[in-house]
């Protein structure tokens, strides 16, 4: 993979697969990864006027944003996945990757701007060859450079490839939390204190509505979210909550 010297941040020539992408081995965990990243970026930081920083080697996506989440920095890896290839250094980083991925990003943009240090959860997203793949991603903030330009750190490595029946089996989670999240605050607070195991009655207290009415709201929950039984409404926010994408 080309490094990140200022002719192959700005070249449109679209980015090659990564070795790793064929195979899904690597030669380090996830979170060895990470560390491998943040240590880089660590060491780079008070020379970053000098030195390029150069990401080739990880095997994971890396993209750094600033406080208008605009990308300043990323890898080939991030480009092949996410950008179809382009150059992404000094775009909004929501336009360039799929829809749904973009919904997921910036939420946790959203969080961590509110103050969640970081965030680990997986989703799916597709390569440019239209192939889907689970992935892990990690973000972060970067306050310790107290930069404005080096805000946000994103970290994403495909953990499984998704053939047809994978995909049919189970929502992704980005779908999920776009359910979650055309609900109104009733129905989401429901959602959350049925998680917890709080009665119907108990719920109908706290947003002083009836228990009837919350068992209608529960039913158009289920119609929304195409799921049979009230459980699997309690499933769906416990993995959202577990992915850390829903507010404390």
């Given at each position: ?33 990470k560390s491998q990243v943040l ?32 990308v300043v920095r990323d890898n ?90 994978d995909n049919a089996r189970e ?78």
């Amino acid at each position: 993979m080309p490094g990140n010297s200022s002719n192959a941040e700005f070249s449109f020539i679209p980015s090659p697969a990564p070795d790793w992408v064929t195979t899904l081995e690597f030669d380090s965990t996830f979170d060895e990864a990470k560390s491998q990243v943040l240590n880089a970026i660590r060491d780079w930081y008070p020379r970053r006027q000098s030195e390029s920083l150069d990401l080739s080697a990880i095997e994971a996506c890396v993209v750094i944003k600033n406080h208008e989440r605009t990308v300043v920095r990323d890898n080939a890896a991030h480009r092949y996945f996410f950008a179809s290839g382009r150059a992404t250094l000094g775009k909004p980083a929501d336009p360039i990757a799929q829809y749904k991925t973009t919904k997921l990003s910036h939420h946790i943009d959203e969080l961590i701007a509110e103050g969640i240090r970081s965030l680990d959860c997986e989703h799916e997203a597709k390569d440019p060859e239209g192939q889907s793949y689970n992935f892990r991603t990690f973000k972060c903030q970067l306050d310790e450079f107290h930069d404005p330009n080096y805000f946000i750190l994103s970290i994403s490595r495909p953990i499984a490839c998704l053939g047809k029946s994978d995909n049919a089996r189970e929502k992704s989670i980005m779908d999920l939390l776009a359910v979650f999240q055309s609900l109104d605050a009733t129905d989401q607070l429901t959602c959350r204190m049925d998680a917890k195991g709080e009665s119907t009655k108990d719920i109908a207290l706290a947003v002083r509505l009836s228990p009837r009415a919350i068992e209608l709201r529960r039913k158009k929950m289920l119609e929304l979210f195409d799921v049979q039984r009230p459980m699997e409404l309690v499933r769906i926010t416990i993995r959202l909550e577990e992915h850390g994408l829903l507010p404390n």
